[in-house]
């Protein structure tokens, strides 16, 4: 038989991403290991103080909170309010700045860098931590150094508080849009259900009479209205519905974020689109449209549920600009320095010839999930 391969164990501290985790788990787990590197050649530097050593001994504790979110399962209600990311992020970030605290001059000079990019990405152009650290570090060569360390600390932890607000944010509107998709299910369930009970409530209002000279009743799946003619609509409006996402797949731009957004955003066109049909040849039956108050076949009426479906489309790119806005409210590493707490993204500059300077916009490649249909 074949060896098998050896088992990966994880070091002492127990940093190994477990498998078939979230993405989010998986950068979270391998940056506490760092962390704890840090803290670990920080221990064994010795000449620390008292007071050192007690935060040395406070940052550890962080890390193994938030080892213990990251191995502990995801309930449901954990996964809803976000209790388990808000833990592990949380200590975390106090971890990484009690590391900040405890550098040395060589360790230190380098987190100049880092905390400055973490506060222009989080931090307005218009914060004061930011515009005295902004101006400190560019004075000393982009380098810390004890003198300002104080301050780098509370740059830090207002960058990350401000990043834990936008990952709230996040959460907080993914929740908005599966209670929207919650609730619009079970009122296209309902009306099935309806449609089945009682067809004349509803059924028959998807029934039309077929022009004259036969002048006959037909719905959507024969001659006398039934509980399928619900069902059958609203099957014809979630493809629309399914075909309209479908063809916005190809602006769709994907997202860090431990949240899914994008997902939730092309999950709540379905039942909207279920919606949408029956309650476009509603409008259609009721007389609403001048000139347009009747149906030739069955055919024609499937083919306008199918087209409601789509049109769903112009309600729901309404929320997608809105989950636009959120998703670009939650900066990150990937993403470029804002010139505003508003996130217009700064302009690069270069000199002309005769040394003038001259703005030049960056044509940017990425194109966003949200501009559908266009």
Same mark, same amino acid.
């Given at each position: ?151 780098? +600390? ?26 929207? +998709? ?59 519905? +399914? ?66 479906? +789509? ?64």
């Amino acid at each position: 038989m074949p060896e098998s391969r050896p088992r990966i164990n994880p070091d002492e501290a127990g940093d190994v991403a477990g498998q078939n985790r979230a993405s989010w788990h998986q950068r979270a787990s391998a940056y506490v290991a760092e962390l704890q590197a840090e803290l670990d050649r920080i221990g064994v530097r010795g000449n620390l103080s008292g007071e050192e050593r007690r935060l040395l001994t406070k940052a550890e504790v962080q890390l193994d909170t938030a080892r213990e979110a990251l191995d502990g399962r995801d309930t449901l209600l954990s996964s809803i309010s976000g209790s388990v990311v808000d833990r592990v992020w949380t200590n975390i970030h106090r971890a990484e700045q009690s590391t900040l605290r405890l550098a040395n001059e060589g360790d230190l000079a380098w987190w100049g860098a880092e905390v400055l990019a973490r506060t222009k990405q989080h931090l307005g152009a218009e914060d004061p931590i930011r515009t005295e650290l902004e101006s400190r570090v560019e004075l000393n060569g982009r380098k810390l150094d004890a003198r300002f360390r104080d301050l780098a +600390v509370r740059a830090l932890r207002a960058a990350n508080e401000a990043q834990d607000l936008e990952r709230s944010r996040l959460r907080s509107f993914r929740n908005i849009l599966l209670m929207s +998709v919650f609730l619009t299910s079970v009122i296209a369930g309902l009306m099935v259900v309806w449609g089945y009970v009682a067809p004349q409530a509803i059924a028959r209002k998807l029934c039309f009479d077929s022009p004259p000279p036969n002048s006959a009743l037909f719905c959507p799946i024969g001659a006398t209205p039934q509980g399928g003619d619900v069902l059958l609509v609203e099957f014809f409006g979630l493809c629309g519905a +399914v075909l309209a996402g479908a063809v916005s797949l190809r602006n769709m731009q994907g997202t860090a974020t431990p949240f899914m957004l994008p997902i939730c955003l092309l999950l709540l066109r379905l039942p909207v689109g279920a919606l949408a049909a029956v309650f476009g040849l509603l409008v259609i039956q009721g007389g609403f449209v001048p000139g347009f108050s009747n149906l030739d076949d069955a055919a024609q009426l499937l083919a306008w549920a199918l087209v409601f479906g +789509v049109a769903q489309e112009s309600v729901t790119r309404l929320v997608d600009q809105q989950g636009k806005k959120v998703i670009e409210n939650a900066r990150g590493p990937s993403r470029g320095f804002d010139d505003e707490a508003g996130g217009k993204p700064a302009e690069p500059v270069r000199q002309s010839v005769d040394g003038a300077p001259v703005n030049v916009r960056k044509r940017s490649g990425r194109r966003h999930f949200f501009n559908l249909l266009r």
